[in-house]
């Protein structure tokens, strides 16, 4: 009977002894032995892994890739305005015996330098580069970090500027800003348009004078783009310099005899009294009347 106890007390060791030397390390992993304190000079690869009961101590690494974010920093840019700014920071070991040995907490310790790096760098950067030139940036954000952690066997694969959040003073500053650039723009073209079409028109001007029947034609073309129009509506230009001779050519009697004895008045010197009278409107600074023509005009 003592025998069996003693059978199984061995047998309970053993078991007890195979549960705590044996391992299991993941495809992502790599383990880290100690052997009483001392490293062992190659890390374990995936799979069963023994270790000497007592004597070994294994400790784990993940090499895949973490994602960590940096808390947003409050800062002053070399132009003296205040933002506040955040990142992100992807990183993955590739010496897994120097993170082991070399840092106590290598993810605590990049985060750490990642802050300090990041408000350096809104210190030495201008507005416009926050809001316009990330990428630049986000190199020198990158090789601030990459500089101390390539020393704990980590490395920096790619840093990021998330957001860059602005006082809401300068946000309408920069939104009166991009309106009045817009604005400018938009004159800046409509004048060039103008100059543009005043140079045709002047152009056109020339040819026109050089050929009086082109004005002929481009009147007759706006009397076809008017009536082309569902109204009852014709236009029909008429020149001025036909009622000033038709008021030179009336004699002043044959307009004014009818009217004055009650009789019926010709139609045709009804007419040309009526032109007459129509060629009296217009302007005499335009149409400078002849000496004898104020005497004419005068009724009795």
């Excluded at 070399?102 to 300090?116: G, N």
């Excluded at 007459?276 to 335009?286: E, N």
């Amino acid at each position: 009977m003592v025998v069996l106890w003693i059978v199984l007390a061995v047998g309970a060791l053993c078991l007890l002894g195979v549960s705590t030397s044996v391992r299991v390390v993941q495809e992502f992993e790599r383990g880290v032995v100690f052997r009483f304190g001392r490293v062992r000079p190659q890390p374990l690869g995936p799979g069963i892994a023994l270790l000497v009961p007592v004597a070994d101590r294994l400790q784990k690494v993940n090499l895949q890739v973490v994602t960590l974010p940096i808390p947003a920093q409050d800062g002053i840019t070399s132009d003296n305005v205040t933002v506040r700014v955040d990142a992100v920071v992807y990183y993955r070991v590739v010496d897994p015996m120097r993170v082991a040995v070399d840092v106590q907490d290598y993810s605590s310790a990049i985060l750490q330098v990642a802050q300090a790096s990041l408000r350096s760098i809104i210190g030495k950067s201008e507005l416009d580069d926050l809001l316009s030139n990330r990428e630049r940036l986000n190199q020198g954000l990158e090789l601030m970090i990459d500089n101390p952690a390539v020393g704990w066997g980590v490395h920096i694969d790619r840093v990021e500027i998330k957001d860059v959040v602005l006082p809401e003073s300068m946000k309408r500053s920069m939104s009166r800003q991009a309106e009045a650039e817009r604005e400018r723009r938009s004159r800046v073209i409509t004048a060039e348009g103008e100059l543009q079409a005043s140079r045709q028109l002047a152009e056109a001007a020339e040819v026109m004078t050089t050929h009086p029947a082109a004005l002929q034609l481009r009147l007759l073309q706006t009397v076809v783009e008017v009536a082309a129009e569902k109204n009852s509506t014709l236009v029909l230009p008429f020149p001025v310099e036909l009622l000033r001779f038709l008021e030179r050519s009336t004699p002043a009697d044959a307009a004014t005899a009818g009217p004055a004895d009650g009789r019926g008045a010709d139609p045709a010197t009804g007419l040309e009294a009526t032109l007459k009278a129509v060629s009296s409107r217009q302007p005499q600074s335009a149409f400078p009347a002849e000496p004898g023509n104020a005497a004419d005009r005068a009724v009795p």
